[in-house]
């Protein structure tokens, strides 16, 4: 990629693009710890439970926990101990963040990604088979499953798959990340997983397949009336060759920028999606911890989000290259 | 001859309802059990959680366990004895051992309570703050020293507030980081194999355990955060019980029309619903508006449309739950009827016209939700306005106990005696201790009163204070007491031995699976 004038090679380019994300990585730190800190709610309460506890007790409480300082000095200790790799102590688990959001990382990315890709893979397929014919049967149903995935929630759809594919049919678990009962190894351990996943994985992706359908064909609509398609034609090429080689190559920069831009979007839906099927991931410690006000848990999953959205748009922009010859960096 | 028939049917009857009542239980199986939540740790002498609570009830055990009744025996305590003057108590221990093989002794329940409970578990503080010295003169004996008689002591001792935690892990090390709260060891009658966090508890039984050893091979604990999935968790068989304090109570029509379930419903711990009314308000200071409330809110259309029908209307200040505590002269259901018409001429009487008030409740209550549409429709016709104000619990715990709110609803429970969490609720207190006196209510003589209860170990005494106690409350209303709520509990059609304990969660040892 270089040797072009002007530009400095990708890898450079990305080592760039990462230096300028740590002042908006800082950024997002300082706002959210703000953000958490003036909200109403206090985290003393939820750690003590539900009874009253003589006023000296509750202020070691909060002392032990540096509660009891103010915020601005409470703020640059954090950004301290980030800048060291340290992300705190969880008030209610009594485990460094570090380990909680790790030990479910891996959880999360496995429904996040196949997310990705299946969302990928159906939208793109929906969305060139509606472009190939347009206003057919074909692209009117894709136009109606797209509607559906715009304007269906997705805890709501969760509570319905469940509905009918665990208690109906029987077919699927109702929930969890694995089989309780059943200790299984080796294959059908992988398969057990699976069966856990298919549900919260459709309920995940449902509105990002939707939206990969309706810009696949708005995009490959657009570039099929292009000179060169008609050029394409005109040589002879077969529709099929015209359609998958030369109109979704030119048409794929959209839905790799729709992509990318998702992204951020499924880390909230994973949040509902773990918590209806009790999947345990990181969504759902999110979700645990804005209840429990465990401040250094919520911070540590918002500063890991945006680091990884910050992530995968230069991969986005990585991908620009590798798609459309043209863009130089 | 046709008598004799029916003598002979009802026979076979009575043979065959008792022979299912004989079933005897047959040991082995797994059993899992839902928690609506993760729990943060499995130290249960840190925390008051709800699940970590329900983990270390199977985990740990203490010198006392209360039975369905209430009524306190001796777990770890094979005995204890209390002085003429009810200030020294003295425990004789079993003899016991840890999962780890030591042996229980009396340094551990003093170091647990001294270093570990009174420092950080909440609920303990109430026993700690009685206490004027704890002492273990052999390896066997506990004594426990009051400044003043404390009557609920002993019910305060229990797995719940006072579990007993392994000092030879624990001593010298911050108990609330120690590796153990991860990996727990205690002496309760299952151990503990392995915990997948946000998935599941494993447990399993016990063998060296100091009392009968647990019917189940493994007890399995798993988190179902969300309130639907849970009893559909049940229907499909992926669990086996579910305890009312994680039930989606619109579901449970469908559970129990389910042939493979078993539903229960009845009242275990009292857990008593009120709506406190803010006396800095001074509208709300004046007796005859809050006995206006009490005619104007029907408290039965509460129970059946709100509650689903799961409550009893509350007899009085500590609810149904002690008889000791109960008087029928003060009993709210025939003091207080629904009665809007007095409730208008009371509010004339105090000269309140306008009035609005501020109701601020937990929203993720949703039985609460609808308890303020049914209030707001009863207030409007006594010419109230009720601005209904459902906001996130953390921030209705600062406003009603900073007082800034006008009427709030709470529920409350008193586990074992009405000393342990309905005192508070009337006794004078500033404001800004979370979870006492929410009103501002201050009557000397009340203090006078519930303090003497509270120091009596004999019931009959107590009762005598408390129906003058009790005469007082129900004239001041200080606080509108709404309803007893009714537990349920949803297993499996073929578990048993379910609810041997007060609290649901104690007593898994016994369950076992029929055939």
Known sequence: MSGARGSKGLGAYAFERLLNAIPLVVGVIVVNFMLISLAPGDPVTALIGEFPAPPEYVERVRAQYGLDRPVPERLVRYLASVAQGDLGFSFANRQPVFTLVTERLGRTLLLMLTTVVLATIVGVVLGVAAARRPHSAVDRGATGFALAGYSIPEFWLGQLLILIFAVWLGLLPAGGFRSIRADYVGWAAVLDQARHMILPMLALSFRYMAITTRLTRASLLEVMNADYILASRARGLSERRVLWEHGLRAAALPIITVIGYNFSFIVAGSALVETVFGWPGVGRLMYDSIFTRDYPVLLGILLLVSVAVILVNLLTDVAYALFDPRVRY | ?515
């Open chain 2, 1 to 515: 001859m046709s008598r004799s028939i029916l003598l002979l049917a009802c026979l076979a009857a009575f043979l065959t309802a008792s022979a299912l009542a004989q079933e005897a239980p047959t040991p082995g199986g797994t059993a899992i059990v839902i928690l609506g939540s993760d729990p943060e740790h499995l130290n249960a002498g840190i925390s008051t959680g709800y699940p970590v609570g329900a983990v270390g009830a199977s985990l740990y055990s203490a010198l006392v366990y209360l039975d369905a009744e209430g009524v306190p025996h001796g777990e770890l305590a094979e005995s204890w004895t209390v002085s003429d003057d009810d200030l020294v108590y003295t425990f004789a221990l079993r003899p016991a051992t840890f999962h780890d093989g030591t042996p229980v002794t009396s340094a551990d329940v003093v170091h647990s309570m001294e270093e570990i409970l009174g420092p950080n578990h909440g609920r303990f503080q109430r026993a700690f703050a009685e206490m004027a010295s704890l002492e273990a003169p052999d390896p066997q004996t506990v004594v426990i020293t009051l400044n003043r008689p404390y009557a609920p002591l002993i019910s305060l001792l229990t797995v719940f507030d006072a579990p007993v935690l392994p000092k030879h892990v624990f001593e010298g090390t911050d108990p609330l980081t120690n590796e153990a709260n991860q990996n727990p060891v205690g002496s309760g009658p299952f151990r503990f194999v392995e915990w997948v966090r946000g998935e599941r508890v494993v447990l399993e039984r016990f063998d060296d355990y100091f009392l009968d050893n647990a019917l189940l091979d493994r007890l399995i604990y798993r988190v179902v955060p969300q309130d639907v999935a849970r009893s559909v968790a049940l229907e499909v068989g992926e669990a086996d019980l579910l305890w009312g304090f994680y039930m989606p109570t619109a579901d449970l029509e469908r559970l129990e029309a389910n042939p493979d379930l078993q539903v229960w419903k009845g009242l275990t711990i009292p857990s008593l619903y009120f709506v406190f009314a803010n006396n800095d308000n001074p509208a709300l200071a004046d007796v005859r508006v809050r006995q206006a409330l009490m005619f104007a809110i029907d408290r039965e259309q509460i129970v059946e449309q709100a509650q689903g029908g799961l409550g009893e209307v509350a007899a009085g200040p500590f609810g149904l739950g002690f008889a000791f505590a109960y008087s029928e002269e003060a009993d709210y259901r025939t003091l207080y009827p629904h009665d809007p018409e007095r409730a208008r001429e009371l509010l004339a009487d105090a000269g309140v016209s306008d009035l609005t008030l501020d109701f601020v409740y937990d929203s993720a209550r949703g039985a609460f939700a609808a308890a303020a549409e049914i209030m707001r429709d009863n207030l409007r016709q006594v010419g109230i306005t009720l601005n209904v104000q459902p906001v996130e619990r953390s921030v209705m715990v600062e406003r009603v106990y900073g007082r800034s709110y006008d009427l709030s609803m709470q529920s409350f429970t008193s586990g074992g005696d009405p000393a342990i969490g309905y005192h508070r609720i009337y006794l004078t207190a500033e404001p800004g201790t979370n979870f006492v006196n929410a009103t501002g209510y201050s009557n000397p003589t009340v203090d006078t009163l519930l303090d003497a209860a509270a120091g009596l170990a004999d019931r009959d005494a107590r009762a005598a204070i408390y129906d003058e106690a009790l005469a007082i409350l129900a004239n001041d209303v200080p606080t509108l007491v709404m309803f007893n709520e009714l537990s349920t509990e949803a297993a499996a059609g073929n578990l048993r031995g379910m609810r041997v304990r007060l609290d649901q969660r104690d007593g898994l040892e016994y369950l076992w699976l029929a055939r």
